[in-house]
Protein backbone atom coordinates (compact mmCIF):
# COMPACT_ATOMS: atom_id res chain seq x y z
CA UNK A 1 0.00 0.00 0.00
CA UNK A 2 0.98 3.42 -0.43
CA UNK A 3 0.59 6.62 1.65
CA UNK A 4 1.36 9.89 1.08
CA UNK A 5 0.12 12.87 3.75
CA UNK A 6 -0.95 16.44 3.43
CA UNK A 7 -1.84 19.03 4.93
CA UNK A 8 0.63 20.46 7.20
CA UNK A 9 1.68 23.66 8.02
CA UNK A 10 2.21 26.36 10.31
CA UNK A 11 -0.32 27.80 13.07
CA UNK A 12 -0.59 29.45 16.03
CA UNK A 13 -1.68 27.83 19.67
CA UNK A 14 -5.07 26.80 20.12
CA UNK A 15 -5.48 27.02 15.87
CA UNK A 16 -6.75 23.87 13.96
CA UNK A 17 -5.07 21.45 11.33
CA UNK A 18 -6.76 18.09 9.20
CA UNK A 19 -4.39 15.97 7.92
CA UNK A 20 -5.00 13.17 5.19
CA UNK A 21 -3.47 10.41 4.10
CA UNK A 22 -4.63 8.78 0.31
CA UNK A 23 -4.05 5.36 0.46
CA UNK A 24 -3.54 3.07 -2.64
CA UNK A 25 -2.49 -0.26 -3.52
CA UNK A 26 -4.60 -2.00 -1.07
CA UNK A 27 -8.20 -2.58 0.01
CA UNK A 28 -9.17 0.64 2.44
CA UNK A 29 -11.53 -2.11 4.24
CA UNK A 30 -8.55 -4.17 5.07
CA UNK A 31 -6.31 -2.12 6.59
CA UNK A 32 -5.83 -0.77 10.01
CA UNK A 33 -4.03 2.71 10.52
CA UNK A 34 -2.47 5.14 12.08
CA UNK A 35 -0.89 8.25 12.95
CA UNK A 36 2.24 8.55 14.11
CA UNK A 37 4.47 11.82 15.14
CA UNK A 38 8.46 12.80 15.99
CA UNK A 39 9.25 16.12 16.90
CA UNK A 40 13.36 16.85 16.50
CA UNK A 41 15.57 15.19 19.26
CA UNK A 42 12.60 12.95 20.26
CA UNK A 43 11.63 9.50 19.28
CA UNK A 44 8.43 8.70 17.05
CA UNK A 45 5.27 8.41 18.93
CA UNK A 46 1.97 7.57 18.89
CA UNK A 47 -0.53 9.83 18.22
CA UNK A 48 -3.97 7.99 17.15
CA UNK A 49 -5.13 4.56 15.39
CA UNK A 50 -8.47 3.11 14.14
CA UNK A 51 -9.45 -0.34 12.62
CA UNK A 52 -9.89 -1.38 10.08
CA UNK A 53 -13.37 -1.14 10.36
CA UNK A 54 -13.57 2.23 11.66
CA UNK A 55 -15.62 1.45 14.36
CA UNK A 56 -13.12 1.51 16.98
CA UNK A 57 -10.13 4.82 17.85
CA UNK A 58 -7.45 4.76 20.38
CA UNK A 59 -5.33 8.09 21.25
CA UNK A 60 -2.36 8.99 23.43
CA UNK A 61 -3.35 10.43 26.57
CA UNK A 62 -1.84 13.81 25.41
CA UNK A 63 -3.88 14.50 22.04
CA UNK A 64 -7.54 12.69 23.74
CA UNK A 65 -10.52 15.17 22.95
CA UNK A 66 -8.75 17.34 21.10
CA UNK A 67 -7.88 14.76 17.87
CA UNK A 68 -9.89 12.55 16.26
CA UNK A 69 -9.23 9.79 13.34
CA UNK A 70 -11.49 8.50 10.84
CA UNK A 71 -11.02 6.68 7.82
CA UNK A 72 -13.30 7.76 4.18
CA UNK A 73 -14.03 4.38 2.78
CA UNK A 74 -15.27 6.66 -0.62
CA UNK A 75 -12.00 8.36 -0.53
CA UNK A 76 -9.79 5.86 0.59
CA UNK A 77 -8.36 8.62 2.68
CA UNK A 78 -7.81 8.48 6.29
CA UNK A 79 -7.59 11.84 8.32
CA UNK A 80 -6.74 13.37 11.70
CA UNK A 81 -8.39 16.59 12.68
CA UNK A 82 -6.81 18.54 15.29
CA UNK A 83 -7.60 20.91 17.19
CA UNK A 84 -6.42 23.10 20.42
CA UNK A 85 -3.06 22.45 18.93
CA UNK A 86 -0.14 23.82 21.36
CA UNK A 87 3.43 24.37 20.75
CA UNK A 88 4.13 20.45 22.26
CA UNK A 89 1.99 19.57 19.57
CA UNK A 90 5.29 20.73 16.77
CA UNK A 91 6.29 17.38 14.76
CA UNK A 92 6.68 15.90 11.53
CA UNK A 93 3.26 13.56 11.63
CA UNK A 94 2.98 10.11 9.56
CA UNK A 95 0.20 7.80 8.87
CA UNK A 96 1.16 4.19 8.58
CA UNK A 97 -0.95 1.18 8.01
CA UNK A 98 -1.10 -2.72 8.33
CA UNK A 99 -3.20 -5.82 7.31
CA UNK A 100 -5.11 -6.78 10.22
CA UNK A 101 -7.13 -9.81 10.19
CA UNK A 102 -9.33 -9.20 13.57
CA UNK A 103 -10.41 -5.62 13.86
CA UNK A 104 -8.34 -4.44 16.19
CA UNK A 105 -5.84 -1.26 16.82
CA UNK A 106 -2.16 -0.97 17.85
CA UNK A 107 -0.35 1.84 19.17
CA UNK A 108 2.83 0.00 18.18
CA UNK A 109 5.13 1.26 15.06
CA UNK A 110 6.42 -2.15 14.69
CA UNK A 111 2.94 -3.40 13.66
CA UNK A 112 2.81 -1.21 10.77
CA UNK A 113 4.12 -2.22 7.69
CA UNK A 114 3.66 1.12 5.10
CA UNK A 115 4.48 4.47 6.14
CA UNK A 116 4.03 8.00 4.20
CA UNK A 117 6.58 10.48 3.57
CA UNK A 118 5.47 13.17 6.98
CA UNK A 119 3.82 16.32 6.89
CA UNK A 120 5.43 18.76 9.08
CA UNK A 121 3.07 20.54 11.50
CA UNK A 122 4.42 23.63 13.37
CA UNK A 123 2.68 25.18 16.39
CA UNK A 124 3.83 28.84 16.95
CA UNK A 125 3.40 30.16 20.82
Known amino acids: VQLVESGGGLVQAGGSLRLSCAAAGLAFSSIAMGWFRQAPGKEREFVAAITRSGRATYYADSVKVRFAILKDYAKNTLYLEMNKLQPDDTAVYYC???????????????????WGQGTQVTVSS
Open 96 to 114: AARVSVSDGYSIRATDYYA
